[in-house]
């Protein structure tokens, strides 16, 4: 059985195959579909199949996924473009005769506030309308977003954000890349959807206090309304536009759009997902 990945030299897409690999699956059998051939070099030496294809070509995609039984198919990470590079690859995998697409959603994707939904919803819908078999992986948020806020607090005490006691149900992304190893590596997982959510979830004060733990001193949670918060990141650097968009995804998680009280993700991966404290100190 041949697994292909896309993203393939990106974070998330690294810790997919080799949580692939931890399982069993031949390096000859994992295809990293990758834009940049130089950033897959490591997975080349180590006897991947590397494929050179971006998102938007479909014809490259088609032959990358050539003889691919299995699809983990990562969601491209330009916010407005990835439907598009999505439907050029789920067109691509229908071409090839893929016989099953995990792909990773989000968290709530089919209720979320959040504005990151639209295009996963988009996405869901075109893997339903394909006709290929299909496995929704509805990814939480990643414990590796906050490490910024670990420099933040290191330089003033602080953390800064807008979400109010919204509670987020963040693992870690080794934890989302070994669900997905799961999913294309054994059965009966076509047609589920699964609400990936880390346990237990936090709010951002209760962060606050984990990274103070890492640190060896107190770390307060400052909340701000949505237009502090902006200019609070505008003021460290952040585009007025990225700014604007970072403090709109925390008024959703203030509305709870990052929680979940799903086992989905411990019941995949068989332990619980990995502590905050644990991926922040690294």
């Known amino acids: 059985m041949r697994i292909a990945v896309t993203g393939a030299a990106g974070h998330l897409g690294r810790l997919v195959i080799a949580a692939l690999e931890s399982r069993g699956v031949a390096t000859a059998d994992i295809v990293a579909i990758v834009r940049n051939e130089a950033k897959a070099a490591d997975l080349a030496e180590r006897g991947v199949q590397v494929a050179v ?12 996924l050539a003889g691919v039984d299995r699809l983990v198919l990562v969601s491209g990470s330009e916010v407005g473009k990835r439907l598009a590079q999505h439907t050029s690859i789920i067109t691509a995998a229908k071409a090839a005769g893929v016989a099953l697409i995990a792909y990773t959603s989000l968290l709530n994707a089919d209720t979320s506030t959040l504005d990151l939904a639209e295009e996963h919803r988009a996405t869901e819908a075109l893997l339903a309308e394909s006709g290929i078999p299909t496995v929704l992986l509805r990814n939480g948020w990643y414990i590796e977003n906050f490490a910024s806020a670990v420099e933040t607090a290191r330089a003033t005490g602080h953390t800064f954000g807008a979400a109010g006691e919204g509670r987020v149900s963040a693992a870690a992304r080794r934890d989302y890349a070994e669900a997905a190893a799961v999913v294309v590596t054994s059965e ?8 990936l959510a880390g346990r237990p979830a936090f709010t951002y004060a209760q962060l606050a206090a984990v990274i103070g733990g890492i640190l060896g001193t107190e770390v307060t949670y400052v909340d701000q309304s949505a237009g502090e918060y902006a200019s609070t990141l505008k003021g460290a650097g952040l585009p007025a536009p990225i700014a604007a968009m970072f403090a709109g995804w925390d008024v959703a998680t203030a509305a709870g759009a990052l929680y979940s009280d ?13 502590p905050a404290a644990e991926v922040l100190s690294a």
Not at 262 to 274: C, V, W
């Open 53 to 64: 294809a971006a998102y938007e070509d479909e014809a490259a995609l088609t032959t990358a």
């Open 188 to 195: 009966g997982h076509a047609g589920k959807v699964y609400e």
């Open 262 to 274: 799903s086992d989905d993700l411990q019941r995949l991966i068989g332990r619980e997902s990995t």
